[in-house]
């Protein structure tokens, strides 16, 4: 069964440098969340978008933005990197109607 | 609002035997979601069994079942005939019915399956 891509898997940037993640939900999925992952903590919500729209905002600093383009796929941009933005960064996506979240396989961004 | 607690940092059982993860959560909520994810060294985050709070009945799902206890606000893993591949960080998670954006985790149990 296809599952959620995320790319790149890994990425080594500058501070205040920017980077873009990219996410493609699972066929069919109309819905993608973002979570950060720091280093021994566990996931924390950022951003979801359902149906091109953004449906609810977390802990998403203002640094940071994201959208949902029409094929669904997602992209969540990430400027003035910071030390504290190294983090494992999850897309996970779900049918609007379940409520079951599927993870991508994580994107690791160091920031030296 | 809502928060889940794993009070086990770290768990260890034996290969073959079988293993209880615990986790409680607070919510004013009626209707809501609980998950099992496993965290493996890849650092992918996979499914393990879900449970919809306004069922009675426990899920299963082959070697891994839950204990859910609605009014004690309880949702505890095991394992059963525990595999070396089980050995992973465990988070439990928490999601409202009314609010499908926001999945509250817990701060996860790391398993370590002895040979």
């Known amino acids: 069964a296809a599952g959620v891509i995320q790319s790149p898997r890994h990425l080594i940037k500058e501070k205040r440098e920017t980077a873009t993640l990219k996410c493609y939900p699972i066929?069919?999925?109309?819905?993608v969340y973002w979570y950060q992952q720091g280093p021994g903590q566990d996931p924390q919500f950022l951003i979801s978008f359902y149906e091109k729209m953004q449906s609810d905002k977390g802990s998403i600093p203002d640094r940071f933005s994201a959208q949902q383009f029409s094929d669904y796929h997602s992209e969540l941009n990430m400027s003035s990197l910071e030390l504290g933005d190294s983090a494992l960064y999850f897309c996970a996506s779900s049918l609007s109607i379940t409520d079951t979240q599927y993870f991508g396989p994580g994107t690791r961004l160091t920031v030296l | 609002a809502q928060t889940v607690t794993q009070s086990q940092p770290e768990m260890s059982v034996q290969e073959a035997e079988t293993v209880t993860l615990s986790c409680t959560y607070d919510t004013s909520e009626s209707d809501y979601y609980l998950f099992w994810y496993k965290q493996p060294p890849s650092r992918q985050m996979i499914l393990v069994i879900r449970q919809e709070a306004y069922k009675q009945q426990n899920a299963t799902e082959n070697r891994f079942s839950v204990n859910f206890q609605k009014a004690a606000k309880s949702f505890s893993l095991k394992i059963s005939d525990s595999q070396l591949g089980d050995a992973a960080m465990y988070f439990c998670a928490y999601r409202s019915a009314y609010n499908n954006n926001d999945m509250r985790f817990g701060a996860g149990t790391r398993l370590t399956v002895k040979p």
């Open positions: 066929p069919r999925h109309d819905t």
